[in-house]
């Protein structure tokens, strides 16, 4: 049974960061891709930035130029490093996994999280 487990959200001042943390269990990792998507009141799931099994990585474009994703095969964790957040990034932030490549779409993702709220105050 695979398990996705995030940590690391929060409140947080505009032009701030936050690092996301995401440890998945079971037979999952190394050949998986990994992505965030966020989902804020009243709206759709959104991609947010993804990392292939080989290490690709593809951004949503809100947030290019201040988040990063990574990955540290040898602890099993998946990071999203938030920086200069806006009060338009405060979401409920949800990692994903799915087999080899990686996807913006969350229909491809058979792996989730539970999810851990991001509030960014203006």
């Known amino acids: 049974q695979v398990q996705l487990v995030e940590s690391g959200g929060g409140l947080v001042q505009a032009g701030g960061s936050l690092r996301l943390s995401c440890a998945p269990s079971?037979?999952?990792?190394?050949?998986?891709?990994m992505g965030w998507f966020r989902q804020a009141p009243g709206k759709e799931r959104d991609f947010v930035a993804a990392i292939g099994w080989s290490g690709t990585t593809h951004y949503a474009d809100s947030v290019k130029g201040r988040f990063t994703i990574s990955r540290y095969d040898a602890k099993n964790t998946v990071y999203l490093q938030m920086n200069s957040l806006k009060p338009e990034d405060t979401a409920v932030y949800y990692c994903?996994?799915?087999?080899?490549?990686?996807?913006?779409?969350?229909?491809?993702?058979?792996?989730w999280g539970q999810g851990t709220q991001v509030t960014v105050a203006s």
């Open positions: 994903a996994a799915k087999p080899l490549r990686d996807s913006s779409e969350s229909k491809d993702y058979p792996y």
């Open positions: 079971g037979p999952i990792f190394g050949s998986y891709a």
